[in-house]
């Protein structure tokens, strides 16, 4: 028979537990939820500020808003002053603004496909080129942004396993492409040589460029996002929501 004193019957958890519990639950449903909000947010009004100071303000929403209720920026007052208006309508939108850089963003594209824009793009180039600091800094942005936005067939092919940085010792890279040129054969492998990419954590966009022979990479068949989530938690999140110490089965 059991007794209320007895050790082996379980106890109830108490109301704090209970509470701590709730809210720890909680915060791992709204966190994600929360952040990504703020972000999205956060990056929303950047954007804003940083285009409405370029947009001529006749073209602003406020002031197209005051335009067709016929309400002027400024009025004279009793003295024959022309003053601001106090009953002029403020219109902040936020994300007005990044539908304007898009637009703006989209015919800049279309124009720079034409004749017209090609020519013009390649006398200003030419005008870079002669002024030594500016095309330093030119040049580089230039590299990165048609790495990163314009060529989309060189992104990561595959998330892959190294021995760095020494024999024993694993490390998750992302291929990106087959070494060549001088750095191929300056390396003295007579086999492929693979540029790997090895990101550092929390922080994948951070990182130290390694060639390996092809022998010595091992591809995984996870995807290069979930490898990416592998090296942004810390081995916390691995793919398909599987955890490490569960046996396979």
Same mark, same amino acid.
């Given at each position: ?101 898009? *637009?703006?963003? $989209? @015919? ?8 017209? +824009?090609?020519? %013009?793009?390649?006398? #200003? !180039? ?66 492929? *040589?693979?540029? $790997? @990419? ?8 951070? +990182?130290?460029? %390694?060639?390996?022979? #092809? !022998? ?34």
């Amino acid at each position: 028979m059991n007794t209320p004193f007895d050790p082996q019957q379980p106890r109830r958890p108490g109301l704090f537990s209970r509470l701590r519990a709730s809210f720890l639950t909680g915060i791992v449903v709204i966190a994600p939820v929360g952040l990504t909000i703020w972000l999205i947010w956060t990056v929303i009004g950047w954007v804003d500020g940083f285009v409405w100071p370029l947009v001529p303000t006749v073209w602003q929403p406020d002031s197209i808003v005051n335009y067709f209720v016929g309400n002027p920026r400024f009025i004279e007052n009793d003295a024959g002053l022309r003053i601001a208006n106090p009953d002029w309508i403020n219109v902040n939108v936020r994300g007005v603004g990044v539908i304007v850089f898009l *637009l703006f963003t $989209i @015919f800049i594209g279309w124009v720079a496909k034409g004749f017209i +824009g090609r020519s %013009l793009i390649r006398y #200003a !180039e030419s005008l870079v080129e002669r002024t030594p600091v500016v095309r330093s800094i030119y040049s580089g942005i230039k590299q990165i942004s048609e790495t990163v936005f314009a060529q989309s067939e060189r992104s990561f092919e595959k998330a892959c396993l190294i021995e760095y940085p020494r024999k024993g010792i694993w490390a998750i890279g992302f291929i990106s492409t087959v070494a060549k040129g001088e750095v191929s054969e300056r390396a003295g492998n007579t086999g492929t *040589l693979l540029s $790997i @990419f090895v990101p550092t954590t929390p922080n994948p966009t951070s +990182g130290f460029l %390694l060639f390996f022979p #092809a !022998e010595d990479v091992i591809e995984l068949d996870m995807s290069v996002e979930d490898a990416a989530k592998l090296v942004i938690s810390a081995g916390l999140v691995y793919p398909n929501g599987k955890d490490p110490t569960t046996p396979p089965g």
